[in-house]
């Protein structure tokens, strides 16, 4: 069992800018962050293998960043220039596997969420 722990979550308006944090308990080869609108299916952000590798989803590329403390066991995600359609519950998510990809159901252990919402 790993168990993920969210922080960082709050309001800011457009523009601005928000830091993630997951704190796991124990060590995954793959972490990722997906998120869920209301109403909406949950969606990848990115993911970060424990050798670095990322792959971010098409909307924040350029405007998010993925990284992990492997020492630490926390993941990160630097969310800048937010847009109003960035509003969701962020989580985060840990795969233990070899083939690390943005797919919710390939991922073994979630978070509670971290709620961003952006306010124009």
């Known amino acids: 069992q790993v168990q993920l722990v969210e922080s960082g979550g709050g309001s800011v308006q457009v523009g601005g800018s928000l830091r993630l944090s997951c704190v796991a308990s124990?060590?995954?080869?793959?972490m990722a962050w997906f998120r869920q609108a209301p109403g909406k299916e949950r969606e990848g952000v990115a993911y970060i293998t424990s050798i670095g590798t990322a792959t971010y989803a098409d909307p924040v590329k350029g405007r998010f960043n993925i990284s992990r403390e492997n020492a630490k066991k926390t993941l990160y995600l630097q969310m800048s220039s937010l847009k109003p359609e960035d509003t969701a519950m962020y989580y985060c998510?840990?795969?233990?596997?070899?083939?690390?990809?943005?797919?919710?159901?390939?991922?073994?252990?979630w978070g509670q969420g971290t709620q961003v919402t952006v306010s124009s």
């Open positions: 998510a840990a795969f233990r596997g070899s083939l690390c990809r943005l797919v919710a159901a390939e991922f073994d252990y």
């Open positions: 124990g060590f995954a080869y793959c």
